[in-house]
């Protein structure tokens, strides 16, 4: 008869013998039990958060930014053949113009080699112009998915009438004079506005809540094995971006006077426990330039569309500023997030490697090698003293 010992010794082989054999022959047990996978959920776990309690309730007390936890691994499908169970409401969406055509075959096709083709979303575009037949045929011969095609309405692109165009033309050549990127553009103009405030309006994004922005002549450098718009929505994520750096002044001189007018006003929008401090580095006096690079946005529709955002872009629209200055889209959805989503509804996609000309973000190791990345580690934007990735990171230690 066995003794308590030997069965104890027993069972323990036989477990032993059975995670050796599903590391092996299941990848997502692999990955899921590694020592380092299992070392990063524990430190993630340790410093992720705390619970204190006000006289609000219960606040999270912040000790590293919440990326740093990595990402479920019931969001991951592991097997070469897999299938999603679940899909989030969502879509690929792209604002481009029929000579962008080539642009968006380089960004679509890896959008689909490193992500798509699995996943299954469809792909919504826009333009102030209706689409050439061979743009929508060639676009289309690029994935299985739902592609559709959306004409924008008038008086969401052009600028408007009220809009006085001698002052306009004067800020115009200033800009020009004084080598502004984009100074001298009014399209550009109408389109930071239309990404700013109308883009989410659009009939064809209706039956959707969640968006991935997709520009053309992007990369895409990494596999991307699991669902970052399921992740947003369980997660209760707002907002997501690869790459933040400062704003060029020249192009935004009134506007934080606006933003402070709106938020002196409607004090009742601004969200407890927000990312100001990744905005400002004098708790709202001044604004220190800094937003996400708006090319890339993994976001909630419903953020825009909510009461609180709809009436900052209405206040900021009023104030003309995207035509008398050149108010991009990426600080005044940077603001609006920031001031309108909670500091830990903002996530920033470190295993995301993407290139928009001229910066690139590429994951470090081990993100690098586990999502067969094809950048160059060395060259990532994260790195360089300019970037205000040290700022987000600032308003969670």
């Not at 830990?344 to 295993?351: A, K, L, P, T």
């Not at 490697?353 to 081990?366: K, N």
Request: a negative charge; charged letters at 25%.
């Amino acid at each position: 008869m066995m003794t308590k010992t030997r069965y104890i010794f027993v069972a323990l082989a036989i477990l032993i013998s059975l995670h050796y054999i599903l590391s092996f022959s299941h990848e997502g047990y692999g990955k899921a039990t590694s020592f380092d996978n299992l070392k990063a959920q524990w430190e993630g776990f340790r410093g992720q958060k705390d619970t204190t309690v006000n006289a609000d309730g219960p606040v999270k007390v912040w000790h590293e930014p919440p990326y740093k936890t990595p990402v479920p691994e019931k969001y991951f499908l592991n097997g070469t053949f897999d299938k999603p169970t679940r899909r989030a409401s969502a879509a690929i969406v792209s604002l481009a113009r029929n000579g962008d055509l080539n642009g968006i075959i380089r960004s679509m096709t890896q959008m689909e080699e490193k992500f798509n083709h699995r996943f299954g979303y469809p792909y919504v575009f826009l333009n102030e112009e209706p689409f050439s037949e061979e743009f929508k045929r060639s676009v289309s011969g690029l994935t299985n998915n739902l592609v559709e095609f959306g004409l924008i309405p008038h008086d969401h692109w052009f600028q408007p009438d009220w809009i006085d165009e001698e002052k306009a033309t004067k800020n115009r050549q200033w800009m020009i004079d004084n080598n502004v990127i984009y100074g001298g553009s009014v399209p550009y103009r109408n389109m930071c506005r239309f990404n700013s405030g109308f883009f989410f309006r659009h009939p064809l994004l209706d039956k959707y809540r969640y968006y991935w922005r997709m520009e053309p002549d992007v990369r895409y450098f990494c596999t991307l094995s699991y669902d970052p718009f399921l992740f947003m929505q369980d997660e209760g994520k707002k907002y997501g971006f690869t790459i933040s750096l400062p704003e060029y002044g020249e192009t935004i001189t009134t506007l934080w006077d606006a933003v402070k007018e709106f938020v002196r006003d409607h004090p009742e929008h601004v969200v407890k426990d927000n990312a100001m401090g990744f905005l400002s580095d004098d708790n709202g006096d001044s604004y220190n330039r800094c937003h996400f690079w708006s090319n890339f946005e993994i976001g909630d529709l419903d953020l825009w569309r909510g009461d609180a955002y709809m009436k900052f872009f209405d206040y900021l629209d009023s104030k003309g500023g995207f035509y008398y200055e050149r108010w991009g889209d990426a600080p005044v959805h940077s603001i609006g997030a920031a001031l309108f989503a909670r500091k830990d509804q903002i996530h920033f996609f470190e295993d995301v490697g993407y290139r928009h000309e001229p910066f690139q973000h590429c994951p470090q190791e081990p993100l690098h090698s586990q999502n067969h990345c094809s950048c160059d580690a060395k060259e990532n934007f994260d790195r360089e003293g300019w970037s205000c990735l040290n700022r987000y990171d600032r308003i969670f230690t």
